[in-house]
């Protein structure tokens, strides 16, 4: 058995609707417990770390991470400590929390082609709830924004 950590096979701890978020970031972006074990890692953090050596369970990976630039902040609920998550630069994409969730609802719709209920469903949240995010982002059903020139 291996004593390195398998990036591919992390648990499933975030809903479908998260785990697009943390991957719509531009940065990477690793989740740990309290205990310091690696519990996520989007698509951006794995590309970072191939190539890298990581020990068991991802414990003792901040210090390296830090010397990539990583900045760490706690994950808290009032004065329940949830862990740590731990951001890598990148250098480009969306920068705001709106631009991600957009970029992460469009990535998912074009996975889906548009159809909006499977969409809502791989998404965990309702139809209605996607069709107002299209509409706060000025996306068409067919993938056109309001702003788009029509030929």
């Known amino acids: ?16 609707l998260a785990k697009a978020l943390l991957d719509g970031f531009s940065e990477g972006v ?10 996520y890692a989007n698509a951006q953090a794995k590309d970072a770390l191939r190539g890298m050596e990581l020990p068991e369970g991802g414990r003792d990976l901040l210090p390296r991470l830090a010397a990539l630039g990583g900045r760490l902040r706690p994950l808290r609920i ?3 400590e ?22 992460a609802i469009v990535k998912t719709l074009d996975m889906h082609n548009w159809r909006l209920a499977e969409t809502a469903r791989y998404l965990g949240i309702s139809r209605t709830t ?22």
Request: net charge neutral; glycine share 10%; hydrophobic share 40%.
């Open 30 to 39: 690793l989740v740990f417990d309290t205990e310091g074990r690696l519990l």
């Open 78 to 80: 009032g004065a329940l």
């Open 1 to 16: 058995m291996s004593d390195t950590l398998q990036l591919e096979s992390l648990p499933g701890v975030f809903s479908p």
């Open 130 to 151: 996607l069709w107002r995010r299209l509409k706060a982002y000025g996306l068409h059903r067919d993938g056109r924004s309001k702003w788009a020139h029509t030929s």
């Open 82 to 103: 949830l862990g740590e998550a731990m951001f890598i630069p990148a250098v480009e994409g969306p920068t705001t929390l709106a631009d991600r969730e957009k970029q």
